[in-house]
């Protein structure tokens, strides 16, 4: 029978001999297992940023742009045309039964004035769907009404950026700004959003009703005339539907003949960023396989040295072997010691990787997540790299004639 116990206190008496041997040997597993770790943290944090961000922006979320013109024999590109009105977003919610809710808008760039304070903002002509939309939340104050749009009244939502630079600490809703010096009621403050995935501050913004944007602030050479429709699927499975029945129906609403081309351009938001936020995912694997390529270098350390440890101490192979020590007695003998170095170096190794990672997110300002997995991942690989690297030294001690290992000088 096999005494683990005793055989693991052996191993441990043998690695104590070389230290710094032993050491270094696990040099290799701890920057494995760390280089993992890490790793794998900054593309988990890296993927969930940008979750989080493709999240903010709205869920099911597709744009209608304006197609584009035509100057001279050039086109102008998308947007260039001005063909979507306020009368084919009401279309589209009314027509389009794969649709939840559109939002259209027409903004532009002005500077809003509360005081002595003045912050030059993007201010957002839209409807009360705008909300829903994009699944934006009020933290104070009501949204503007249909009732709104209709009367083209001036009052308009705040976001958080233009609350923190003009009113600081003092609630906004009910004071007065003014938008290209034209006085608008503050009816309630928008909810934090953060960055866009481009990188756009989104809650530097403020929402007025679109036909008081028409009207009022920027005027229209088009009746009812909006740059964008945003629109809302009911749901994922139903966006490829919602894109469908919206190109139909523009089609028809612009008399755009069968061998026409559209003169507005359809964009899956939702689609673009799955596909980045893949495309991160894979990344994050590629570069955990990459860090894991230093666990297998550490592995080869672990059965050179213990190649060697054969070499050194076969008179003590030997000599357990004379006195009864079975095959298996010194292939676990072996098999241990690798197992320790590995699982040694694994242990520190994962507190390195959480350390780096620490560190990276507090110097470089990356967002980093440790996952439970990872650890595992990384530990468990630590000691299929112990086995897998140990056995062959362990095998080829076992194979040891006891007269010729006792002779061995």
Do not use: H
């Given at each position: 029978m096999i005494n683990i116990p005793s055989t693991l206190k052996i191993s441990l008496r043998a690695l104590r001999v070389n230290k710094m041997?032993?050491?270094?040997?696990?040099?290799?597993?701890?920057?494995?297992?760390?280089?993992?770790?890490?790793?794998?943290?900054?593309g988990t944090g890296a993927s969930r940023q940008i979750e989080q961000q493709i999240s903010s922006i709205?869920?099911?979320?597709?744009?209608v742009l304006p197609g584009a013109t035509t100057s001279g024999g050039v086109r102008m590109g998308a947007g260039t045309s001005a063909r979507l009105t306020t009368a084919d977003?009401?279309?589209?919610?009314?027509?389009?039964?794969?649709?939840?809710?559109?939002?259209?808008?027409?903004?532009?760039?002005?500077?809003?004035?509360?005081?002595?304070?003045?912050?030059?903002?993007?201010?957002v002509g839209t409807t009360p769907g705008m909300l829903n939309v994009r699944d934006w939340a009020l933290s104070a104050g009501r949204p503007f009404t249909e009732q709104d749009v209709?009367?083209?009244?001036?009052?308009?939502?705040?976001?958080?950026?233009?609350?923190?630079?003009?009113?600081?600490?003092?609630?906004?809703?009910?004071?007065?700004?003014?938008?290209?010096?034209?006085?608008?009621?503050?009816?309630?403050?928008?909810?934090?959003?953060?960055?866009?995935?481009?990188?756009?501050?989104?809650?530097d913004t403020v929402y007025v009703p679109v036909t008081t944007a028409q009207k009022k602030l920027f005027g229209t050479y088009v009746p009812r005339m909006v740059r964008i429709i945003m629109v809302k699927a009911k749901s994922t499975s139903e966006l490829a539907t919602a894109e469908r029945q919206m190109t139909d129906l523009l089609r028809q609403r612009h008399r755009i003949g069968p061998n026409e081309e559209n003169d507005f351009t359809i964009r899956n938001?939702?689609?673009m960023m799955?596909?980045?936020?893949?495309?991160?995912?894979?990344?994050?694997?590629?570069?955990?396989?990459?860090?894991?390529?230093?666990?297998?270098?550490?592995?080869?350390?672990?059965?050179?040295i213990m190649l060697v440890s054969v070499t050194e101490r076969t008179r003590e192979i030997g000599i357990r072997m004379a006195i009864g020590a079975k095959t298996w007695d010194i292939r676990l003998q072996f098999i241990?010691?690798?197992?320790?170095?590995?699982?040694?170096?694994?242990?520190?190794?994962?507190?390195?990787?959480?350390?780096?990672?620490?560190?990276?997110?507090?110097l470089a300002g990356w967002t980093t997540i440790i996952s439970?997995?990872?650890?595992?991942?990384?530990?468990?690989?630590?000691?299929?790299?112990?086995?897998?690297?140990?056995?062959?030294?362990a095998y080829k001690a076992s194979l040891l004639n006891p007269i010729e290992a006792l002779r061995y000088e």
């Open positions: 041997r032993s050491a270094l040997t696990m040099l290799g597993v701890i920057i494995g297992v760390g280089a993992v770790i890490a790793m794998l943290a900054v709205g869920s099911n979320l597709i744009m977003a009401e279309a589209i919610l009314k027509e389009s039964s794969a649709v939840e809710d559109v939002a259209p808008v027409l903004n532009g760039a002005a500077q809003i004035v509360y005081g002595n304070l003045n912050w030059a903002t993007s201010v209709k009367s083209a009244t001036k009052v308009c939502l705040l976001g958080q950026t233009v609350v923190d630079n003009l009113f600081g600490d003092t609630d906004p809703v009910g004071k007065i700004v003014r938008i290209k010096k034209i006085p608008f009621t503050v009816i309630g403050v928008l909810e934090s959003k953060g960055q866009s995935p481009t990188g756009q501050d989104q809650d938001l939702t689609q799955q596909a980045t936020e893949e495309s991160t995912k894979v990344m994050a694997i590629l570069l955990g396989a990459i860090a894991s390529v230093s666990l297998l270098v550490g592995g080869i350390g672990i059965m050179n241990m010691e690798a197992l320790t170095l590995s699982f040694t170096g694994g242990v520190i190794g994962i507190i390195a990787g959480i350390s780096t990672s620490r560190i990276l997110s507090a439970p997995y990872s650890i595992v991942l990384a530990f468990g690989f630590s000691g299929l790299v112990g086995i897998f690297f140990g056995f062959y030294p």
